[in-house]
T-cell receptor, first 111, second 115 residues
Framework: GIQVEQSPPDLILQEGANSTLRCNFS?????LQWFHQNPWGQLINLFY???GTKQNGRLSATTVATERYSLLYISSSQTTDSGVYFC?????????????FGKGTLLTVNP | GAVVSQHPSWVICKSGTSVKIECRSL??????MFWYRQFPKQSLMLMAT?????????EQGVEKDKFLINHASLTLSTLTVTSAHPEDSSFYIC???????????FGQGTRLTVV
């Protein structure tokens, strides 16, 4: 199966700062998604982004499928952005939508 | 948007008992659902694929007799942890895509503690 590498593993920011989270894949992927896991464990869908760029408020994401990576940008961070951010994708070999997750980035935004 | 609901949110059970977790797709039919497990401060690991009307398929290393999966309808999959032991304590979370090649939605998760 594919390998998913996320960086950085931990990130501490002051409120108002910007950040970039990265996700590298060992092979081509389908159905690439970014999630935010809240303190109660629920996964919040941020972006479904197999390719291209999308924006939603202070968040945006870019996937360069040919180079097997995706970036998540957080601008003007707020304390409520704290939590774990995961990227996940399905190997392009056709695995019936089985998502492989990275290990996550633990983001802490301090006031 | 699509919603996947999971119940219960948390459960404490005695060692040796069985626990059933339900996963429902609320506004779409899901012929396929997925069950993941997450240990503290770790990532999500796929356990099994739940297929409506047929047997579940399990990932390598997951005991199918311990983690029974039933997908009896197009909106409900259940995971039963049989003869639970403390090492089965974990966060279990289900997901379903509205259809293939679209985003997957996740349930709220179930935190299982076996004492």
């Amino acid at each position: 199966g594919i390998q998913v590498e996320q960086s950085p593993p931990d990130l501490i920011l002051q409120e108002g700062a910007n950040s970039t989270l990265r996700c590298n894949f060992s092979d081509s992927v389908n159905n690439l998604q970014w999630f935010h896991q809240n303190p109660w464990g629920q996964l919040i869908n941020l972006f479904y982004i197999p390719s291209g760029t999308k924006q939603n408020g202070r968040l945006s994401a870019t996937t360069v499928a040919t180079e097997r990576y995706s970036l998540l940008y957080i601008s003007s961070s707020q304390t409520t952005d704290s939590g774990v951010y995961f990227c996940a994708g399905e190997g392009s070999g056709g695995s019936n939508y089985k998502l492989t997750f990275g290990k996550g980035t633990l983001l802490t935004v301090n006031p | 948007g699509a919603v996947v609901s999971q119940h219960p949110s948390w459960v404490i059970c005695k060692s040796g008992t069985s626990v059933k977790i339900e996963c429902r797709s609320l506004d779409f039919q899901a012929t396929t659902m997925f069950w993941y497990r997450q240990f503290p401060k770790q990532s999500l690991m796929l356990m099994a694929t739940s297929n409506e009307g047929s047997k579940a398929t399990y990932e390598q290393g997951v005991e199918k007799d311990k983690f029974l999966i039933n997908h009896a309808s197009l909106t409900l999959s259940t995971l039963t942890v049989t003869s639970a032991h403390p090492e089965d304590s974990s966060f279990y979370i289900c997901s379903a895509p509205r259809r293939l090649n679209t985003e997957a939605f996740f349930g709220q998760g179930t935190r299982l503690t076996v004492v």
